[in-house]
């Protein structure tokens, strides 16, 4: 079942401290199948590279108040656009079973007209989503989205999309990537991005799929080759998007290096 969180959790959890928020994240089952590549974000290293005062973390607090698992094993870019579409404070509809409670959930997503016209929950139940599908099922509900296909970004490219994206409370990161590159089991993946430090070039990935894995910093080069992956379903390297809610959307994007 997923995490659904209702509104007056997100009020109750606003005034907690950084660190106490990224204690609050239970280790799931899969913690121990953890690659040695990475570290555990609930780890005392994890925890030293999240309280650091150069690292990027300006999207963490509001991701972890919404973190999500996601519903069932195809539901990774569900569970992240909901994580995403909250943090940002979207207009949403309202939830089933929270009476007038407007917020969004991995039911309600696909409830919106223009969500079904593109991406069916039967199939993405079955199938999951590609990169475009990704990006068009977040545009649908009226937020600017851009799209960066790995193949198409270079490892400094990526750095400064990860600095200036990390850096800024405006905007979300989600990464579609395979799990091989980072050393994990299974394939193809999507999950928020909530933290960079560029000190040891890592990035904090929190998993949707917390049944299986903690949330993780990776290094960059290793997010980078994971995203370069092609998804045999498009015929396209997988890659980033980046969300900025509607109001931000309409205003015009500035130019950046890529």
């Not at 780890?43 to 999207?59: M, Y």
């Not at 991995?106 to 079955?126: D, M, Y």
């Not at 990006?135 to 270079?154: D, K, Q």
Request: a positive charge; one cysteine or more; aromatic letters at 6%.
């Amino acid at each position: 079942m997923a995490d659904h969180r209702h509104p007056s959790r997100r009020r109750a959890m606003a005034g907690l401290g950084l660190s106490l928020m990224a204690l609050a994240i239970v280790q799931p089952v899969g913690a121990a199948d953890t690659p040695a590549t990475t570290i555990v974000m609930d780890s005392p290293a994890g925890q030293k590279l999240l309280l650091k005062p150069q690292t990027r973390r300006a999207d963490y607090a509001a991701l972890v108040q919404w973190y999500e698992t996601q519903a069932n094993l195809a539901y990774c870019g569900v569970a992240s656009s909901v994580m995403v579409l909250n943090s940002l404070a979207v207009a949403a509809p309202k939830a089933e079973g929270y009476g007038t409670n407007r917020f969004w959930t991995q039911t309600n997503l696909f409830t919106v007209a223009t969500n079904r016209s593109f991406v069916e929950a039967s199939r993405v139940a079955r199938e999951g989503m590609t990169l475009e599908q990704l990006h068009g099922l977040l545009a649908s509900v009226g937020t600017g989205v851009r799209r960066h296909h790995g193949e198409n970004l270079s490892l400094e490219q990526l750095r400064w999309l990860l600095r200036r994206g990390l850096s800024e409370r405006t905007d979300r990161l989600l990464a579609n990537y395979d799990r091989r590159a980072l050393g994990q089991k299974g394939g193809g993946h999507i999950s928020p991005l909530a933290a960079y430090d560029p000190d040891q070039d890592r990035v904090l990935i929190l998993d949707v799929a917390r049944y299986r894995y903690p949330a993780v910093w990776v290094t960059t080069p290793d997010l980078w080759r994971a995203i370069r992956s092609i998804d045999t379903s498009s015929g396209r390297s997988r890659g980033l998007v980046i969300i900025e809610p509607p109001a931000a959307a309409k205003a015009p994007s500035q130019a950046g290096p890529i």
